[in-house]
């Protein structure tokens, strides 16, 4: 099995900035994607940003410019460096990675971290 779970989070001023952090572990083979999502009240998940074990990123277009993802494969980690927040990035972040503990990919998460920007 693999246990997922974040860093990071909390309140902070619109134009200041966060870092989330997100640490896989458990019977880990391989993990192909790692990223962010996020749900605010009322709307569905949505991706942030994510990164393949090749370093190619992709990104939400709301956050392109502002938002960095990067990942530490030897420790199987991600990071997102938010910045220049916005209230509308005010959500629940979740990581999820797409990792390989037995035969078959699967996708595993972690139980999400609160972002509130205040106005």
């Known amino acids: 099995q693999v246990h997922v779970v974040e860093f990071g989070g909390g309140l902070v001023q619109a134009g200041g900035s966060l870092r989330l952090s997100c640490a896989a572990s458990g019977r880990i083979l391989s993990i192909v994607v790692m990223g962010w999502y996020r749900q605010a009240p009322g709307k569905q998940r949505e991706l942030v940003a994510d990164?393949?074990?090749?370093?190619?990123?992709n990104y939400a277009d709301s956050v392109k410019g502002r938002f960095t993802v990067s990942r530490d494969n030897a420790k199987n980690t991600v990071s997102l460096q938010m910045n220049s927040l916005k209230p509308e990035d005010t959500a629940v972040y979740y990581c999820?990675?797409?990792?390989?503990?037995?035969?078959?990919?699967?996708?595993?998460w972690g139980q999400g971290t609160q972002v509130t920007v205040s106005s």
């Open positions: 999820k990675t797409t990792a390989k503990s037995g035969l078959y990919f699967d996708n595993y």
């Open positions: 990164i393949n074990s090749g370093g190619i990123t």
